[in-house]
């Protein structure tokens, strides 16, 4: 029993940095927030971009759907599944653009602590 323990320990250290290199955006380091912010800024405008194209292809396709022939059923249910794909990446991007851009704001303006200390010699009380 100790054995399997002793060597799955090992595994799991390895795939748990695959894991977190995962996630990490190439070319920029993970404690720039202000970096990281502008990355998914961009991609959610690029997302929008195609996001747009994309519902103007569609209305296109509803429009003339005659013009598509057989492959036009094709074309819509691509369309539509491209729609919804860019619609996750940009809610997605704008919500780690959001939290980027948060921890940015905290890293730029330290917490204070807001107690009040008194600062006679004859009490040691926080208020």
């Given at each position: 029993m100790k054995t399997q323990k002793l060597l799955t320990?090992?595994?799991?250290?390895?795939?748990?940095?695959?894991?977190?290199?995962?996630?990490?955006?190439?070319?920029?380091d993970d404690s720039n927030?202000?970096?990281?912010?502008?990355?998914?800024?961009?991609?959610?405008?690029d997302a929008e971009a195609k996001l747009q194209?994309?519902?103007a292809a569609l209305d296109e396709y509803e429009a003339h759907p005659y013009y598509y022939g057989r492959q036009g059923?094709?074309?819509?249910?691509?369309?539509?599944?491209?729609?919804?794909?860019?619609?996750?990446?940009?809610?997605?991007?704008l919500n780690n653009a959001d939290l980027h851009r948060r921890v940015a704001m905290e890293q730029g303006n330290p917490v204070i602590n807001k107690a009040k200390v008194n600062?006679?010699?004859d009490s040691s009380a926080v208020r």
């Amino acid at each position: 029993m100790k054995t399997q323990k002793l060597l799955t320990l090992p595994a799991l250290l390895v795939l748990s940095l695959f894991a977190s290199s995962a996630f990490a955006v190439e070319g920029i380091d993970d404690s720039n927030h202000a970096a990281l912010t502008k990355y998914y800024e961009n991609l959610a405008k690029d997302a929008e971009a195609k996001l747009q194209q994309n519902k103007a292809a569609l209305d296109e396709y509803e429009a003339h759907p005659y013009y598509y022939g057989r492959q036009g059923q094709d074309f819509q249910s691509h369309t539509f599944a491209n729609i919804h794909e860019y619609e996750e990446i940009l809610a997605e991007s704008l919500n780690n653009a959001d939290l980027h851009r948060r921890v940015a704001m905290e890293q730029g303006n330290p917490v204070i602590n807001k107690a009040k200390v008194n600062l006679d010699h004859d009490s040691s009380a926080v208020r």
